[in-house]
């Protein structure tokens, strides 16, 4: 809202909208889709049923970078490469992994437990929940994000998400060598 107001008073801003960011970064943390490949390396046994939008963190680097070349101000960016099922994804973490992909579908009341256990952990431990009630019922649910407006800003074409996985996957493979040390992909 508060970029919306500076764009009405004059300030040179767009918007960008990015679906589920996948890249290399933190594998062990609570707030990055690294942590993705690190519990399905863990053994994962469970996989939601919905799905969502994905894109690379480095068409999100680069659309972005884009913009800010541009000239276009007071619009706003969906950036999303492809719309998957979370099983899928899943299932090719697993692969690049090479380890067993999660075969248990998240049934509603393992979903309703999961959240709740998650947040009685959180007040016994003082620690994040791993699941909120938000996140496990959307893990259900099905979005589609539209990309075209992103696609016809610029001569722009998102990376696939079975590359972006193949090369995350495998910096992922070589930080557990390192003690999971955060990674950057390159260009």
Do not use: C
């Not at 809202?1 to 062990?28: D, T």
């Not at 068409?59 to 070349?69: C, H, N, P, Q, T």
């Amino acid at each position: 809202m508060e970029v919306w107001r500076g764009i009405a008073e004059g300030l040179n801003a767009a918007i960008v909208n990015p679906a589920n960011v996948l890249g290399s970064g933190f594998w062990q943390g609570r707030t990055s889709t690294g942590q993705i490949f690190h519990q399905i390396w863990n053994g994962l046994r469970f996989h939601p049923l919905g799905g969502t939008g994905f894109v690379d963190v480095r068409d999100v680097v680069r659309f972005m970078v884009l913009l800010m070349e541009s000239d276009i101000s007071g619009e706003r960016y969906i950036l999303s490469a492809e719309n998957l099922p979370f099983k899928k994804v899943f299932d090719e973490i697993a692969a690049v992994l090479g380890v067993k992909p999660p075969s248990i579908p998240v049934s509603p009341f393992i979903r309703e437990t999961a959240w709740r256990v998650a947040w009685l952990a959180s007040k016994l431990t003082g620690k994040p929940a791993f699941i909120t009630k938000q996140t496990a019922r959307s893990s259900s649910r099905t979005f589609f994000y539209d990309n075209r407006k992103s696609l016809a800003a610029f001569p722009f074409l998102y990376t696939p998400i079975s590359q972006t996985i193949r090369e995350t996957g495998a910096q992922f493979l070589q930080s557990t060598k390192n003690g999971f040390e955060p990674e950057v992909l390159g260009w």
